[in-house]
């Protein structure tokens, strides 16, 4: 199995049974080794209280583009710790991606970058997701 089929396999197997994410409307745009994009579109009824997108909405969308990079290498691998830094507002009806990208994997620990943008490239939000492998092959799982 080459890398790009094994990163694939285990979106495939994650998300079938992700239905944190699929409830919320996110879609898999593409994953590599190593590397997701993610994107979903915002509705009114996840508006904050100043008519913006809540911040937690973002952040769920940023941190699926983090689970999906960190896992496309057959290891079940979550999250050890996350910041994001907010830059501008979403809106509802705005479609935004998340793009994540491995900046470093040793051992059993990574770190992750995941930047939110709109259509024309605008940066929304910057993530930095710590992961941590738990040493069990995510392939080999059975869906539950």
Do not use: K
Not at 74 to 91: F, K, M, N, S, W
Not at 113 to 119: G, L, P, T
Request: net charge negative; with cysteine; aromatic share 6%.
């Amino acid at each position: 199995m080459s890398d790009q089929d094994r990163a694939e396999a285990c979106a495939a197997r994650m998300w079938s049974t992700d239905h944190a994410s699929q409830s919320l409307g996110i879609v898999i745009e593409r994953v590599a080794p190593g590397q997701a994009e993610l994107s979903m579109t915002f509705t009114d009824a996840m508006a904050n209280g100043h008519g913006m997108v809540h911040g937690g909405y973002i952040f769920a969308l940023a941190d699926s583009a983090f689970a999906f990079a960190c896992n496309t290498y057959d290891e079940v691998t979550v999250a050890q710790h996350c910041a994001i830094t907010y830059l501008r507002p979403g809106q509802a009806g705005e479609r935004l991606t998340a793009t994540a990208r491995e900046v470093s994997r040793s051992g059993r620990s990574g770190i992750y970058d995941i930047r939110v943008c709109r259509a024309d490239g605008t940066a929304v939000a910057e993530f930095r997701g710590h992961s941590r492998s738990l040493g069990r092959p995510i392939l080999a799982e059975t869906a539950q």
